[in-house]
């Protein structure tokens, strides 16, 4: 086939180019959004922590408490 | 642990790309042949020599981790795939604009390097539904590296058998018995194929911290969720 004149050949050229382009955002974005569930269980798990923490720093007077009653 | 110097890849990677960007549009020559739509060369082409070659690099991946045992090995050959396959999406779907810019056809069944391409990928394809299909971690990490290995030496074998082949329509473009590429046009490719090869070692490492963060993660809800030694007598009663 003769080559394609250039505001013909363009059109692919785009196509292809964009179509990598929309492959590797849409990539990006899942792992992005896989990051942010991570982060926010993270934090859940953080505040769990501390509550059982601060759980834990109490516990131990009221066991002396009850030793001493 | 796999997040060390991603910044500075993801930064390497994005000047890469602009430079090989602007060195197809802006400095590689038009292709007296075909033309504007050559351009896509410098895409296709390297996108598909890099996932081929992430192809075999998961294979290698998966020789070290049935050597070793260690599962880190396996996640490294299952990322490798993985985005090699994604690539191999992406060679596809170019190839195909660019087939039927240069020959009026979306696809030709009767050429070799096409549908070579095709069968390798879809044997990739296969890996996902394999690998989950097995239950218990151990066997299905051990599993996947053997189809790895399988498949990923089947790659070179593919690619030689393809070489050797009379091609119809796809070109042989580094066959140096007809003439290579100019100067220019093999510089700007060169670039082209270290941008997307960097793109490549970027995304899998990506993927890889993301992995290990939700594994770790995984491991924290874990040691959580199960009482501590010294835990039990102090915050059952107050449960109670």
């Known amino acids: ?69 | 642990m796999y997040g060390k110097g991603l910044r500075s890849l993801s930064i390497a990677t994005v000047a890469a790309l602009a430079v090989s960007l602007s060195l197809v549009f802006f400095y590689a020559p038009l292709d007296a042949d075909q033309g504007f739509v050559q351009k896509i060369f410098y895409l296709h082409v390297p996108l598909a020599i890099v996932a081929l070659i992430g192809f075999v690099v998961g294979g290698v991946f998966a020789i070290l981790h049935l050597r070793s045992g260690d599962s880190r090995w396996d996640a490294y050959s299952y990322v490798s795939i993985h985005m090699s396959v994604i690539f191999g999406v992406a060679v596809l779907i170019t190839g195909s604009i660019w087939a039927k810019a240069s020959w009026g056809h979306w696809w030709v069944w009767d050429e070799p390097t096409l549908v070579s391409f095709l069968i390798v990928f879809l044997m990739y394809a296969t890996y996902y539904p394999f690998r989950y299909a097995i239950e218990d971690r151990e066997r299905q990490a051990r599993y996947a590296s053997v189809f790895a290995i399988t498949a990923g030496a089947f790659v070179p074998l593919n690619f030689m058998a393809v070489r050797m082949a009379e091609s119809l329509v796809h070109p042989r473009t580094f066959a140096t018995a007809n003439g290579g590429l100019p100067g220019e046009m093999m510089f700007t490719f060169l670039v082209s194929f270290a941008a997307i090869g960097l793109l490549w070692v970027t995304l899998v490492k990506f993927e890889l911290t993301a992995k290990s963060a939700s594994g770790q993660l995984k491991r924290l809800r874990r040691a959580l969720d199960a009482p501590g030694p010294g835990s039990t007598s102090r915050v059952a009663p107050e449960v109670s």
Do not use: C, H, S, W
């Open chain 1, 1 to 69: 086939m003769p080559a394609l004149p250039l505001d013909e050949a363009g059109k692919y050229v785009a196509g292809a180019y964009i179509v990598f382009l929309v492959l590797i955002v849409v990539y990006v974005a899942i792992m992005a959004a896989k990051v942010q569930r991570i982060e926010k269980e993270l934090r859940e798990l953080a505040g769990f922590a501390e509550t059982r923490a601060n759980g834990d720093q109490v516990a131990p007077e009221r066991e002396e408490v009850g030793a001493d009653v």
